[in-house]
T-cell receptor, first 112, second 115 residues
Framework: LAKTTQPISMDSYEGQEVNITCSHN???????ITWYQQFPSQGPRFIIQ???TKVTNEVASLFIPADRKSSTLSLPRVSLSDTAVYYC?????????????FGKGTKLSVKP | EPEVTQTPSHQVTQMGQEVILRCVPI?????FYWYRQILGQKVEFLVS????????KSEIFDDQFSVERPDGSNFTLKIRSTKLEDSAMYFC?????????????FGPGTRLTVL
């Protein structure tokens, strides 16, 4: 899997939009970009996945520029319950049975 | 929404004892995984399992570890002789192959404490 770099931590306040950017300069043509969320003492949870441009679901949006060397996870109007660690992963999404390699992630703290 | 379940939620054992951690993956999934997370550290891959055999394993997954799918629903991780450093959260995950996606669904984890 391509190596990723993301901020160690971020602080925000309730109601704000939070953008977490991940760098993946060595992303390969077949690689997808996937974000997971992990609450304390729980398993990681899939949030969103994309290949290029923009993907949006009920939880978040994922923005991927044309060169795909970075991606930005956008969380609209965060609440206290969005306090978690967010992981950016890059890998072959086309039917791969491979394992996921997690980095340290970004610890998001949402304050009232 | 279907989900991965794990039992027990917390297991306390003495060093040298055998433990079996159990997982029930999502029913139509074909790929199964075990990960662990030592307190305050990264989630680490242990082993993947497909078609009733190990597909891939990490350096952590030594001879003390084994996995099994004893029936059509359960997926187990056995640690034969536990060590203090095996204390961690153990997560089971499963995946359904769909072209163009690579999403694993994680269970809530089993907290293993080795005394």
């Amino acid at each position: 899997l391509a190596k990723t770099t993301q901020p160690i931590s971020m602080d925000s306040y309730e109601g704000q939009e939070v953008n977490i950017t991940c760098s993946h300069n060595n992303i390969a043509t077949n690689d997808y970009i996937t974000w997971y969320q992990q609450f304390p003492s729980q398993g990681p949870r899939f949030i969103i996945q994309g290949y290029k441009t923009k993907v949006t679901n009920e939880v978040a949006s994922l923005f991927i520029p044309a060169d795909r060397k970075s991606s930005t996870l956008s969380l609209p109007r965060v609440s206290l319950s969005d306090t978690a660690v967010y992981y950016c992963l890059v890998g072959d999404g086309a039917g791969s049975q491979g394992n996921l390699i997690f980095g340290k992630g970004t610890k998001l703290s949402v304050k009232p | 929404e279907p989900e991965v379940t794990q039992t027990p939620s917390h297991q306390v054992t003495q060093m040298g004892q055998e433990v079996i951690l159990r997982c029930v993956p999502i029913s139509n999934h074909l790929y199964f995984y075990w990960y662990r997370q030592i307190l305050g550290q990264k989630v680490e891959f242990l082993v993947s399992f497909y078609n009733n055999e190990i597909s891939e394993k990490s350096e952590i997954f030594d001879d003390q570890f084994s996995v099994e799918r004893p029936d059509g629903s359960n997926f187990t991780l056995k640690i034969r002789s536990t060590k203090l450093e095996d204390s961690a959260m153990y997560f089971c995950a499963s995946k359904s192959w769909r072209e163009g996606t690579d999403t694993q669904y994680f269970g809530p984890g089993t907290r293993l404490t080795v005394l």
